[in-house]
């Protein structure tokens, strides 16, 4: 079974792309407009693997899904799922909230930068499913 | 109801015990914390951990001088304030604490009133530069998010364009790419388009903000303009299955400003009749003159705004976040584009809707008035029969 991945992303076009290219790679793709959705679709797939994008429009912002993916008890389950922070401007929590103790509690696995770099992604993604799953994809 | 403040705190440092006493029961009764200390070395460490709003500093003192007091203090913290108390003849001290950062000086003897006097003016002054630092944070914390917003916005669209290339020639080698190539390059393109009406619109509010839009104020007919534009659209509203009406006089609707300015305004309030309405439905622009003013109505029969976002909706980058109207592209920026020019040329916008009937947008500008002829009779016809100007 391939392993299954789930962008969360405002931006259809990008959901397009990244999509293409990861499908062309034997992943299973799961594709949320928004992070309310993003989290129902957590819940009902279980992904292998999260790309969150930061600046959505929508009510959960991507710091809201990573807050709720690690520290939420209904959603303990998923705990464990690698996420993948996506923007187009580099911008960590650190830098966004400065001094800020809950900086801990946002921090993602990873933070990549749009466009993604194609290699890289590829790579860190076989890397953490590999990892997660026990089973390369 | 705001929160009860801790009484601010104020430290004296004086190695006359008979002064320590009677300032503490002076600015006790002022309703602060007095905290006193006899030297400077213990003053400075009460200052370090009390972090008091004022010090008052004797400046003769064994020890560590007054003077290494005062520069110290401000190490610590900048927004202290310092009042030294000096003895007998010694201004030219005290002259050269205030040099060193102190914000006045008591003579000896003073009298309760001076110090109660002296240390009021002294933490006012602190307040208000405490006010004016926060009002500065506040003020770039804005500027940054907006910088960041707008970077965001610029480099979303580009973003999307880029990953699309990026993945069609990872993909090259499959047969995939064939069927994707056509469908990704019009998205593209969609994209660039996006990119393009924004940072005309980023340059067109840009040119009204900096005022090169509005400065001029020549005599422009509305009843001539709108009209034009509303031509230009013919097709577009076709399209959408949109028809356009006209209720304007023949003449008649002359404003003081800028055409292009004008053209501007109407065409985006046009634009978005057309794009926010619903097919068989239509778009009416009428007008008249009203008291001194020029009032212009764009109306659709579109699917209205929600009362919660009327506030914001001139506000910039704002959009409307509903399912239908996320759908239609736009800038964020156009309705705010109108109230900068509706402002700068002294006028007033504003919207009515009405959840599924749709939303009128008024624009209220300054109707023009001729200037008195030199040496002839002042125009007397008010500006309600003053209607023909063309």
Redesign the interface.
């Known amino acids: 079974m391939s392993a299954k991945v789930l962008l969360i992303d405002d931006?259809s076009?990008?959901r397009?792309?990244?999509k293409?290219?990861l499908e062309?790679h034997g992943y299973n793709v799961l594709e949320a407009a928004s992070g309310h959705e993003g989290l129902q679709m957590v819940a009902a797939h279980k992904p292998d693997a999260i790309f969150l994008d930061i600046?959505m429009?929508?009510t959960v912002e991507g710091y809201g899904v990573t807050y709720a993916l690690k520290f939420r008890d209904d959603f303990a389950a998923f705990r464990d799922i690698p996420i993948f922070m996506v923007s187009?401007?580099q911008?960590s929590p650190d830098a966004r909230f400065p001094m800020s103790a809950e900086v801990e509690m946002i921090r993602p696995d990873r933070y990549l930068t749009?466009?993604?770099d194609?290699p890289e992604v590829l790579r860190l993604l076989d890397e953490a499913v590999g990892a997660s799953k026990g089973v390369p994809a | 109801m705001s929160e009860p403040v801790a009484p601010e705190t104020v430290v004296v440092i004086d190695d006359d015990y008979a002064m320590r006493l009677s300032c503490t029961k002076i600015l006790t009764k002022m309703g602060l914390h007095s905290q006193t200390f006899e030297d400077g070395a213990r003053g400075l460490e009460g200052v370090a951990t009390a972090k008091p709003g004022l010090v008052v500093v004797d400046l003769k003192m064994p020890g560590i001088s007054g003077m290494e007091v005062v520069s110290r203090v401000h190490e610590i913290d900048p927004q202290i304030v310092i009042v030294v108390i000096t003895g007998y003849a010694t201004i030219d001290t005290a002259v050269q604490a205030m040099k060193c950062g102190a914000y006045d000086f008591l003579p000896k003897p003073f009298s309760p009133d001076e110090l109660r006097l002296i240390v009021n003016r002294g933490l006012e002054r602190r307040r208000l530069a405490l006010e004016s630092q926060q009002h500065e944070i506040e003020q770039t914390m804005l500027k940054r998010r907006f910088v960041?917003f707008v970077?965001?916005q610029l480099?979303?669209p580009l973003?999307?364009?880029?990953?699309?290339l990026?993945?069609l020639k990872?993909?090259d080698q499959?047969s995939?790419v064939q069927a994707?190539r056509q469908e990704?390059t019009d998205?593209c393109l969609k994209?660039v388009e996006e990119l393009q009406d924004l940072i005309a619109d980023w340059l067109t509010l840009a040119r009204v903000e900096g005022g090169t839009l509005t400065k001029e104020r020549i005599k422009v007919d509305l009843s001539r303009i709108i009209p034009d534009i509303l031509k230009t659209y013919e097709q577009t509203a076709a399209a959408e299955g949109v028809s356009l009406q006209s209720h304007l006089p023949e003449s008649g609707l002359c404003v003081a400003g800028d055409r292009n300015c004008l053209s501007v305004l109407f065409d985006n309030l046009i634009t978005n009749g057309i794009k926010y309405n619903q097919p068989g439905g239509t778009l009416t622009v009428s007008g008249s003159p009203s008291d001194g003013e020029i009032v212009i109505a764009v109306a659709d029969t579109g699917v209205g705004i929600p009362e919660k976002y009327r506030p914001y909706l001139f506000d910039e980058f704002f959009?409307v976040?509903d399912e239908g109207a996320?759908k239609t592209p736009g800038t964020g920026l156009g309705l705010h584009i109108c109230k900068r020019i509706v402002s700068e040329m002294g006028g007033t916008i504003s919207v009515d809707s009405l959840a599924g009937a749709g939303s009128t947008f008024w624009v209220r500008l300054p109707a023009w008035h001729e200037p008195e002829s030199p040496g002839g009779s002042p125009t007397d016809a008010g500006p309600k029969t003053n209607t023909d100007c063309g």
Do not use: C, G, N
């Open positions: 931006d076009d990008f397009a792309a990244v293409s290219l062309s600046m429009e929508t187009s401007i911008e749009k466009p993604l194609i | 960041t970077s965001h480099r979303t973003v999307a364009v880029h990953q699309y990026d993945v990872s993909l499959s995939e994707k990704w998205r994209r959009r976040k996320k």
